[in-house]
């Protein structure tokens, strides 16, 4: 079962612009989230996170953004950079009783910025 | 500490082979897991260890699929008889407590030809 959806595989944009990579979940018990970065050859970095209380996070150039009706989030990058160039996954965490898997990915965007 | 390790980086193995991947979380880290990735997708996971005790293993486990963690430290995905299916990065990734989000090693490339 797919509970986090990354439904755009890639997306290119011109450096100094905003990126905006989208996510979808269908779990409610979803409490926090969670964006990852990966390099080619190297395993997931922890980006950026927010909790279901809140509707934004700001760490510099990325912001997440949670709207949690329509169980969304998005993450902003600007000014988009060259080397913000990597795949970024989603992740959506839970506290599920009988399951300590709680940690769940979607398929991931390959975000290119072009010069 | 440098992070999680995994070793080897890369793996060659033909099919019906076993191989055996390792993986050292950071040191302070009681809980530890598996993931596979393949091409297109996100990590799936597949093992979960509390310091040594394995709590939860994913259908994605098959038979041919065991891991271990003794005394709670480094830990050990073998697999046996390898199909050209099982090729795939696996991933290890370790953190201190639920709350607290994981650190990913850089992950063993397998490849069964």
């Known amino acids: 079962d797919q509970q986090v959806k990354q439904n755009s595989p890639s997306l290119s944009v011109q450096e100094g612009r905003i990126s905006i990579l989208n996510c979808d979940y269908t779990?409610?018990?979803?409490?926090?989230f969670l964006w990852y970065k990966k390099y080619p050859a190297e395993g997931p970095t922890f980006l950026i996170s927010?909790?279901?209380?809140?509707d934004k996070n700001e760490d510099g150039r990325f912001t997440v953004f949670l709207n949690k009706s329509a169980k969304h989030l998005s993450l902003h990058i600007v000014p988009s950079q060259p080397g913000d160039s990597a795949v970024y996954f989603c992740?959506?965490?839970?506290?599920?009783?009988?399951?300590?898997?709680?940690?769940?990915f979607g398929a991931g965007t390959r975000l290119t910025v072009k010069p | 500490d440098t992070g999680v390790s995994q070793d080897p980086r890369h793996k060659i193995t033909k099919r019906g082979q076993n191989v055996t991947f390792r993986c050292d979380p950071i040191?302070?880290?009681?809980?530890l897991y598996w993931y596979r990735q393949t091409l297109g997708q996100g990590p799936e996971f597949l093992t979960y260890f509390q310091n040594e005790a394995q709590l939860e293993k994913s259908r994605l486990l098959s038979d041919r699929f065991s891991a271990e963690r003794p005394k709670g430290s480094f830990s050990t995905l073998e697999i046996q008889r390898t199909e050209q299916g099982d090729s795939a990065m696996y991933l290890c990734?370790?953190?201190?407590?639920?709350?607290?989000?994981?650190?990913f090693g850089s992950g063993t490339r397998l490849t069964v030809v």
């Open positions: 992740a959506a965490r839970g506290i599920f009783r009988h399951n300590n898997n709680d940690m769940r």
């Open positions: 990734a370790s953190r201190e407590g639920a709350l607290y989000g994981y650190t």
């Open positions: 040191s302070e880290h009681n809980r």
């Open positions: 927010i909790s279901s209380i809140k």
């Open positions: 779990n409610s018990m979803f409490d926090y």
